[in-house]
């Protein structure tokens, strides 16, 4: 299993938008609508932000979007904050009950 | 409120072995399938293995199959990973996870496994 592809890295000013992009192939993220996206902060563990490609979990800002087009999915997070500065990791279900995730993107709020 | 705890972490030569315990508590804990997931010293996120609520399959990546064996005891809310053979390369944070139809909505805080002599 390869792992899907991400930016090392994005940033963007407070307010701003930034969207973040995973690329895989038809076998991963354009075979299903499995993506999921995760924030993780130094030391800490990952936290889940969207699941089902675009379905955010209580408690998570209507700031953060998720959608697909292909077998490229994507995360926007809109009116950056300066707690948003953290690692974010996108995952997708792989078939046969095998997940794979992405090389991760470092978000820097300037 | 769900809560992962996961234990066994520690350092171990090439060729050990080493045992993780994951105990789950604020939520149903046979109703559900479970992961681990590995990290690295700062690197990315791996998948390592799936268990379904009722433990009656086992799903591995291909980098952990025929070494590393997860299981389950639904009578004591315990999640175990069995490690065998390690590599340098397992080195890792191991955290435990809560599957959520196909994704991981409650992980652990993580346990570090060194593999080094």
């Known amino acids: 299993q390869s792992a899907l592809t991400q930016p090392p890295s994005a940033s963007g000013s407070p307010g701003q938008s930034v969207t973040i992009s995973c690329t895989g192939t038809s076998s991963d993220v354009g075979g299903y609508n499995y993506v999921s996206w995760y924030q993780q902060h130094p030391g800490k563990a990952p936290k889940l932000m969207i699941y089902e490609v675009t379905k955010r979990p209580s408690g998570v800002p209507d700031r953060f979007s998720g959608c697909k087009s292909g077998n490229t999915a994507s995360l926007t997070v809109s009116g950056l904050q300066a707690e948003d500065e953290a690692n974010y990791y996108c995952?997708?279900?792989?078939?046969?009950?095998?997940?794979?995730f992405g090389g991760g993107t470092k978000l820097t709020v300037l | 409120q769900v809560q992962l705890v996961e234990s066994g972490g520690g350092v171990v030569q090439p060729g050990g072995s080493l045992r993780l315990s994951c105990a789950a508590s604020?939520?149903?804990?046979?109703?559900?399938?479970m992961h681990w997931v590995r990290q690295a010293p700062g690197k990315g996120l791996e998948w390592v293995t799936y268990i379904p609520y009722d433990g009656s399959n086992k799903y591995y990546a291909d980098s952990v199959k025929g070494r590393f064996t997860i299981s389950r005891d639904n009578s004591k809310n315990t999640l175990h990973l069995q490690m065998n053979s390690l590599r340098a390369e397992d080195t890792a944070v191991y955290y435990c996870t809560k599957d959520a139809r196909w994704s991981f909505d409650y992980w652990g805080q993580g346990t570090l496994v060194t593999v080094s002599s």
């Open positions: 604020g939520f149903t804990f046979r109703s559900y399938g």
């Open positions: 995952s997708s279900y792989a078939g046969s009950n095998n997940w794979v």
